[in-house]
């Protein structure tokens, strides 16, 4: 009796030891290579051009930290461990972060497809339709007088139409300076008064504490559908202008290469730094592309092309690495390749 009872303890025991490692979530997050997809499945265009080679979207892998997976990351290489408010702010919860990410993917589509129509020189039109709020951080001004889904209409009575008024407006205050915000919330009409203070993280930096999005109504001819399921984040921004334009122009820029890359863009064409960007090329290699383009940053020291660069020689890959400040510094590239079957 007293065997099978010492048996079935052990077993509990050992039940809550493996449930703990395996489920228990740390307040760490994990990040690692992802996947390098090509993204003609992703992109449908009315009457698209073919291509010999594909562009590629590339990910990276994140999620909080069981025990077990923390352990793992001890040794793996390109596993990377950051504490869970590096992630997201305090006051954030997990499904609050992956509503931000998918908005802010959605608006770097928005900024990829106007960058690569206007390249192809085909039809396109602009509405805005509001600046919103899409979260307010914890112990910042906002805190107490912004919500999510506010639409933000006016900065001390100067009218805005993106985020970026706002945030050009703010950056050039002091700490302790005050803005008056005029919001809409449901059929108010509202002002707030909130004052500028530093972030936590970035002291030298000012702000009332929200994150925003610019609604656009973007309307191209030929239409394009963009489907990018639970990818979040700005970072496809590069690959997905690159994607529209070549499927956009009879010429073939793929010229039968598998060409991945990384980077925000904006609505002039700019790249934008990333994260992650060494587990990305390590994606990118394992899917064997040829190609990779990274944000160069106007050569600034450790940028996301020197980081590339880097993991690219430590793993001793063939996979060319390119620097660009721009989509044209992209296509420009690709321009002059000699086709990959010549």
């Known amino acids: 009796m007293n065997s099978n009872r010492r048996i079935i303890i052990t077993g509990i025991i050992t039940i809550i030891i493996v449930a703990f490692i395996g489920a228990y979530r740390l307040p760490y997050y994990i ?30 892998r994140g999620g909080q930290a069981t025990p077990l997976q923390w352990i793992i990351s001890q040794v793996r290489p390109y596993h990377e461990v950051v504490p869970i408010e590096q992630v997201r702010p305090q006051g954030i919860s997990e499904e609050d972060y992956f509503h931000a990410q998918l908005q802010l993917m959605e608006s770097s589509q928005e900024a990829a497809k106007v960058v690569a129509y206007q390249a192809a020189d085909k039809n396109i039109t602009i509405d805005y339709n509001g600046v919103f709020v899409v979260n307010v951080l914890d112990g910042m001004p906002a805190e107490q007088k912004l919500k999510a889904g506010d ?8 009218s805005i ?72 984040g700005p970072s496809a921004g590069l690959m997905f202008s690159l994607e529209m334009f070549d499927q956009l122009t009879e010429e073939d820029y793929s010229k039968g290469y598998e060409i991945a890359g990384t980077g925000e863009i904006d609505y002039d ?74």
Do not use: W
């Not at 909130?194 to 504490?209: C, H």
């Not at 109504?217 to 030929?222: I, K, R």
């Not at 064409?269 to 994260?275: L, W």
């Not at 390590?282 to 020291?301: K, M, Q, T």
């Open 31 to 60: 990040y690692k290579p992802g996947t390098a997809d090509a993204l003609d499945p992703f992109v449908e265009i009315e009457g698209a051009y073919g291509s010999e080679g594909d562009m590629h979207l590339v990910t990276v």
């Open 151 to 158: 639409e933000i209409i006016k900065v001390n009575n100067q």
């Open 161 to 232: 139409d993106e985020s970026s008024d706002l945030v050009n407006y703010v950056e050039r205050l002091n700490e302790g300076d005050e803005v008056e915000l005029t919001i809409k919330r449901e059929d108010e009409t509202l002002t707030k008064t909130i004052e500028v203070a530093p972030f936590p993280d970035q002291q030298e930096k000012v702000g009332v504490g929200i994150s925003l999005v610019t609604d656009r109504a973007v309307e191209v001819e030929p239409k394009a559908t963009i489907k990018s399921g639970e990818i979040g």
């Open 269 to 342: 064409g700019n790249v934008g730094r990333i994260g992650g960007i060494d587990k990305k090329v390590i994606a990118a290699d394992e899917d064997g592309c040829d190609i990779f383009f990274a944000p160069n940053e106007d050569g600034a020291e450790n940028s996301n092309y020197q980081i590339a660069k880097q993991a690219a020689d430590e793993i001793g890959t063939d996979m060319k690495v390119v620097p660009v400040d721009t989509f044209q510094d992209a296509v420009d590239y690709l321009e002059k390749l000699p086709d990959k079957s010549a």
